[in-house]
Structures are given as structure tokens and as C-alpha cells.
């Protein structure tokens, strides 16, 4: 099974970038689909954004298009996600996980199982 484990979280003004890590480890990064999900207080949890295993094909969130963009390193075994114009309502914290049925467009058919600990994202007004 692959292990995750995200970085690049903190605190940043609105308007601001940050770039997210997710480094994959126990298997082959390029065998899984990766995603990027999101969970803000009181709320449920968002998916962001995710890249294929089989085609490298990659979707997003509605709320996120536009301003995000996802990219792996298989290589290094490393999935990124780029975060610009940053607002206060992308605060929450953001975990990557394996997905169970690919990236299809709809974020609510992405599933998991397996999740990184994730990493906190504070945007100021």
C-alpha cells in the first residue's frame, strides 16, 4: 500500500501562493491515482483536485479551477499541488489520497482508503 505524507501547509495572506507536497512511498506513484481533498471546520470534506494513473488526465473542483493546478514527479515520487490567488475560504486542512476508481470528473465519485495525515492551510484576509 502507498504511504503519503503532505507538506507545504501554512499560513498566508489572501492573494498569495503555496505549493503542496504529497510523497508517496511503498509503491509505484504512477500506478495510483492520486487526489488532493480538503476539509474546512464544520464542513465535509472537498475534493480539490486529482491526476490519473492511466493517462495522467487531471480534473478539478469547481471552486478551485483556475487558481489550482496538480503535477506529479514520478520520478520522485511526488504529487504537487499548486495554489495561487489564494482566498480566505480555501482554508481548511488538505490530505492527498490513493483513489479507489480513478479521477473521473465528478469530485463526488472520487473515493478513498487511504489518506496522508494532511497538512494545515491558513489564508488571512
Known amino acids: 500500500q502507498l504511504q503519503l505524507v503532505e507538506s507545504g501547509g501554512g499560513l498566508v495572506q489572501a492573494g498569495g501562493s503555496l505549493r503542496l507536497s504529497c510523497a508517496a512511498s511503498?509503491?509505484?506513484?504512477?500506478?495510483?491515482?492520486i487526489g488532493w481533498f480538503r476539509q474546512a471546520p464544520g464542513k465535509e470534506r472537498e475534493g480539490v483536485s486529482c491526476i490519473s494513473s492511466s493517462d495522467g488526465s487531471i480534473n478539478y473542483g469547481d471552486s478551485v479551477k483556475g487558481r489550482f493546478t496538480i503535477s506529479r514527479d514520478i520520478g520522485k515520487g511526488t504529487v504537487y499541488l499548486q495554489m495561487n490567488s489564494l482566498k480566505p475560504e480555501d482554508t481548511a486542512i488538505y490530505y492527498c489520497?490513493?483513489?479507489?476508481?480513478?479521477?473521473?470528473?465528478?469530485?463526488?465519485?472520487?473515493?478513498?482508503?487511504?489518506w496522508g495525515q494532511g497538512t494545515q492551510v491558513t489564508v488571512s484576509s
Open positions: 511503498g509503491s509505484t506513484l504512477n500506478l495510483r491515482s
Open positions: 489520497a490513493t483513489l479507489e476508481g480513478g479521477c473521473p470528473r465528478r469530485t463526488s465519485l472520487w473515493t478513498s482508503t487511504n
